[in-house]
């Protein structure tokens, strides 16, 4: 297993964003090529890919999870924060969310962030234990949230 940050799109980039958002989103659809171009183009904006240690038919090694971690500063430090992290469903419990946590937090730590910071449905208890386990602690606050799509 091997975990990279990437930063270019591809269309093995593009192909993975279809695979794995439905995973992780029921109301979010998958970015097109023009749409992962922009998202991976971001600075501050950071891609993180979980590989299969087994090449699969074509010789390749497939993509089978994935995180991003935005980082920015702010007048109090530089920040980051975790988001959309996700594991094919035929991966899950194999240690590829871990290491993509892992792989992260230390990303946030060299690039100077203060603190990393995400937020886990309660009902996500395997997600929830995983960040636990990887030293995130449950903070008192409160989050809201406004929807500008509407």
């Not at 171009?37 to 590989?51: A, C, D, T």
């Not at 920040?79 to 959309?84: F, K, L, Q, S």
């Not at 395997?126 to 960040?131: D, E, K, M």
Request: aromatic fraction near 6%; charged fraction near 25%.
């Amino acid at each position: 297993m091997a975990i990279e940050i990437i930063t270019e799109s591809s269309p093995e980039i593009v192909e993975a964003m279809e695979r794995l958002i439905p995973q992780l989103s029921r109301s979010a659809a998958p970015l097109d090529a023009a749409g992962c171009e922009r998202f991976i183009s971001q600075p501050g904006v950071h891609l993180f890919v979980f590989r299969s240690d087994k090449a699969d038919e074509s010789g390749a090694f497939p993509i089978l999870g994935m995180l991003s971690l935005a980082t920015f500063e702010i007048p109090t430090g530089v920040r980051a924060w975790v988001e959309d992290v996700v594991v094919d469903s035929a991966a899950r419990g194999q240690g590829a969310g871990q290491a993509l946590v892992e792989a992260a937090l230390r990303h946030a730590q060299k690039v100077g962030a203060r603190t990393v910071d995400l937020t886990s449905r309660p009902s996500r208890a395997a997600a929830n234990r995983l960040y636990q386990r990887a030293g995130f602690e449950l903070r008192e606050t409160n989050v809201y949230r406004v929807p500008l799509d509407k």
